[in-house]
């Protein structure tokens, strides 16, 4: 088998996110990985499958999918074509090109590019590299897990992570399950305002969100892949689905880079945030996360969607 394009990131533990939940908490850094998010597992392993012969990918995104797209494709020597609404960052478009991807930029939130990209995939005869709804994806997102379990000595009290599309999730779920950690439940998390995981749980079946008014843009899908949806009604794994606001997310991104030296986006934010604003305290206390919880492992997926300017920018815009 080819060699993955991903890397086994750092397992960190985090003294004062420690000192703040009371139980040892565990940073799996997937900021560190080639294109800045957990997206270049799942999206390394679906090209390696799909695009070997391919004159050229195409992927939509929010920004991250893309940034995996463009990377893994600048290594196969394959042209990338990436699909960004207009809410995208124009650093991330920069950041984007700098990979030696052509950046399209189509219709307002993911949804509109995604369509544009399926598209393109059927004119131009591109092959189609989706960012969240794929079992390939989420085949290479398990092995964040795989990778955990083979350093961490006791099995995690719980997992946090942000959800978006759901590709992160379903990967996280099938890893768990592959590890044999099946009763470990996973604190998935979202924004308001980009929450069509928790609207769909809520309602008992898939919902379109009309609109993403989050600023947590890597979050913003309409409507979450149908296999989160179902893991979710199944109840193999256990799965809390929270939300928090835009300035709960953009807080824990600035304590998150105060405190870990590390800046992350606001859709990576949303599961920190679980941590800083005392929510995982509250879930302990309504009985709905073990106390005392074993160790907590967080996904830091990442995302290449911020730098000084930007943070500065949503502060301002978020009046934080
Ligand atoms: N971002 C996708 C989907 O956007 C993208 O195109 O990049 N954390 C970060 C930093 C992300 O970029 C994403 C997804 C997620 C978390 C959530 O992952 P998902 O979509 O697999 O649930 C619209």
Not at 266 to 286: F, I, K, R
Request: aromatic fraction near 4%.
């Amino acid at each position: 088998m080819a060699r993955p394009f991903h890397l086994n990131t750092p397992l960190l533990e985090s003294v004062s996110m420690t000192q703040r939940v009371g139980t040892p908490v565990f940073l799996k850094m997937e900021n560190s990985q080639p294109s800045g998010s957990f997206k270049i597992r799942g999206i390394g392993h679906l090209c390696q499958q799909l695009a070997t012969d391919s004159k050229g990918v195409v992927c939509s995104s929010g920004g991250n999918a893309g940034m995996a797209a463009a990377y893994v494709a600048r290594k196969m020597c394959v042209p990338a074509t990436i699909v960004v609404p207009s809410s995208t960052p124009q650093l991330v478009v920069q950041r984007l090109r700098d990979q030696g991807a052509t950046v399209n930029i189509t219709g307002k939130v993911w949804d509109d590019a995604n369509t544009e990209a399926l598209r393109l995939a059927e004119t131009e005869g591109l092959t189609y590299v989706p960012p969240f709804d794929h079992p390939l994806l989420w085949q290479g997102h398990s092995t964040v897990i795989s990778e955990v379990a083979a350093s961490l000595e006791e099995k995690p009290g719980a997992v946090l992570l942000s959800v978006g599309g759901g590709g992160l999730l379903c990967g996280v779920i099938q890893g768990l399950k592959d590890v044999g950690w099946t009763d470990v439940p996973v604190i998935a998390m979202e924004t308001v305002g980009a929450d069509c995981f928790n609207a769909a749980v809520k309602a008992g079946r898939l919902v379109t969100l009309d609109d993403i008014t989050s600023e947590a843009k890597c979050l913003g899908a309409k409507t979450v892949c149908r296999k989160a949806f179902e893991f979710s009604q199944s109840g193999e794994i256990s799965i809390i689905s929270e939300l928090v606001t835009d300035q709960q997310a953009l807080s824990a991104v600035e304590t998150f880079l105060d405190e870990e030296r590390v800046l992350v986006e606001m859709a990576c934010g949303a599961a920190l945030a679980a941590v800083y604003s005392g929510l995982l305290h509250t879930l302990q206390d309504e009985g709905r996360l073990p106390a005392p919880l074993g160790p907590l492992l967080v996904i830091v997926c990442g995302g290449s969607s911020v730098d000084m300017e930007q943070l500065s920018h949503l502060k301002h815009k978020l009046h934080t």
